[in-house]
């Protein structure tokens, strides 16, 4: 069932990343009270490995954003943004769509932080190559006619522009 809000127009790059800066900011925030819970309980215990808080950094992030997709479309900063998550037909989107849009969008992330590492480790050469590999997908998304990124297409799902809502009505003393 389509949203009735709902408009055609493709959600361009700028509403995309705008979108992805606040949720960063969030997912940061739920990280830090992850750490400090792990601080926490390492005071008792001990501290534990690197890869134990890395997959539990990864796995809050997964909880995070298919929490939000899954129930509204919407993470906040989609909210922020007037953006929701549609899945094929317009319909929600099932739990295994939301973890696959979700780990795609990891492995690009993984990606630009590897373009990063040879740069500092092989110089700009690889570095560049990696980027430019890294634009030519961001450029071939922008000439879909929905605009659909890897992330969207692998998983079936589209961003949409939402009609902006209309902000609570406050009452006048």
Known sequence: M???TASGDPVGLLRRF?????????????WL????????????????????????????????????????????GMQAWNVQLHGEHGGRVHL?????????ALAQWLLLLF????????????????????????GLSQL????????DWLSGTTLVRIARQAPPHTRQR
């Open 2 to 4: 389509a949203d009735p």
């Open 18 to 30: 705008a979108a992805m800066f606040y949720d960063g900011l969030l997912v940061l925030a739920v």
């Open 33 to 76: 009270v992850l750490g400090l819970s792990f601080l926490a309980i390492g005071t008792l215990t001990g501290p534990p490995p690197v890869p134990v808080l890395l997959a539990a950094q990864l796995v809050a992030a997964w909880a995070f954003f298919t929490w939000f997709w899954t129930r509204t479309g919407q993470t906040l």
């Open 96 to 104: 295994w769509k939301a973890t696959l849009r979700y780990l795609v």
């Open 115 to 138: 373009a990063v590492h040879l740069a500092r480790e092989y110089g700009a050469v690889a570095s560049i190559t990696v980027t430019a590999l890294l634009l030519i997908g961001i």
């Open 144 to 151: 879909h006619p929905r605009r659909l990124m890897l992330h």
